[in-house]
């Protein structure tokens, strides 16, 4: 059990647990959240409750249009653990104001697809949503694969019919539940904003 993980079964509140992860170095704040138990990895989206995420913290605002934003992963699934959520801000002209598109880039990519996604602001009182329903009208860039829907077989096995809820963790993480058809399901995952 590492740090953050004993952290979380301390019962910390999230103003400690951000301040423990803020204080960490980059390569040591990924590997603590890269050590979590699938178990715990729910616990921390779980214990950030009511702490809203915003779009720029996926793609800050200094951050130009089409400029690739890389979030490392781990979810609490038992394999396939690690993957990478990749962002951008959509082109003004091309998409509504402050949208985010991404994608999924992962070991299983190839079979099940890039997972495309677009993340708009969220309305007050609103989680932060990755939303699979719908995906950008364009490639994004050249070295991001090629757009697919996620209603198509097997993408729709993993990416179809999904939102995933975000909360806030720290200036660097937040954490994530997938939903499917509405229904919250037993999958969780965190992301650590790489520099």
Partial sequence: MNELEQRLSNGEAPDEIEAYLDGLEAAARLAEVRGLSGKAVGALFDRCAARPLSTDHLVPACVDDGVEVRHSGINSMPLFRRFEKRFLRAPSGVAPAGRLWGYNHQAMQAVTGPGYFVVDEPTDGEELTIDYHEVPPVRPRDDWPAVRGNDG??????????????RRVSADVCAGRACRRGKQMNTWFALVRQA
């Fill in 153 to 166: 077989f097997p993408s729709n096995l993993v990416y179809g019919f999904m939102r995933d809820g975000m």
